[in-house]
């Protein structure tokens, strides 16, 4: 179900009863209910009395306020990470290198959703890795909401290659144990893809995706 949304199968309102839902999902209506439940509270649904769900979309107001808060805390996400010692900062290291590769290969294939699950992939990396459960959820459940506005926009951005240098420069930083230079990395990084998207949703006079 929550594919459904994040892959707009189930676009921004998109209204269905828990009968509906599970009829078409193949499930009982237990398990839909209590999906319905967590995705309300990771923000994608709203649950309607008596007539199931509704999808919500996002405003390029709602997309700058994740972005907020994805830019401080994957910021502090990799400055804690570059503060752990040697061997787990290695071990983190490889992974991160591991995803950037993958985005890479994605490219030279002109797979460009290949690319964002790799893209993806990696900050999920960085903020399981930093050690904080709780900072990890929360980047998690922003990312989702933001998921939709990004593969929306995929195809019209420009080719993105420079995320891979981004990305080699918060490894390089994390790898050398220097918080601060990886915080910095990790921030700016964000605010590129911010700067990037928010005009491109305001150009294309997209009030809810």
């Not at 805390?73 to 991160?96: D, H, I, N, Q, W």
């Not at 992939?121 to 989702?144: E, M, P, Y």
Request: hydrophobic share 45%; aromatic share 2%; net charge neutral.
């Amino acid at each position: 179900m929550k594919r459904a949304i994040l892959e707009n199968t189930y676009p921004p309102g998109y209204q269905a009863g828990e009968m509906e839902v599970a009829r078409q999902l193949s499930m009982s209506r237990t398990p839909v209910h209590e999906a319905m439940t967590r995705l309300q509270e990771e923000g994608l649904v709203r649950i309607l009395p008596k007539r199931g769900i509704l999808v919500l979309g996002l405003s390029p107001a709602d997309v700058a306020d994740i972005y907020d808060v994805i830019i401080a805390l994957e910021g502090a996400a990799a400055e804690r990470l570059a503060r752990m010692p040697g061997p787990e900062r290695a071990r983190a290291a490889e992974v991160l290198e591991v995803c950037t590769g993958d985005m890479d290969a994605a490219l030279r294939q002109g797979d460009r959703p290949a690319w964002a699950k790799a893209d993806r992939a990696f900050h999920d990396a960085l903020s399981h890795a930093c050690g904080n459960a709780r900072l990890d959820r929360i980047v998690g459940t922003v990312a989702d909401q933001l998921h939709r506005a990004r593969m929306f926009t995929l195809s019209l951005r420009p080719l993105p290659t420079a995320s891979a240098i981004d990305h080699a420069a918060i490894i390089a930083a994390v790898r050398a144990g220097d918080p601060e230079a990886a915080s910095l990395a990790a921030r700016t990084h964000r605010l590129k893809a911010r700067d990037q998207l928010l005009p491109l949703l305001q150009e294309l006079r997209l009030s809810n995706i």
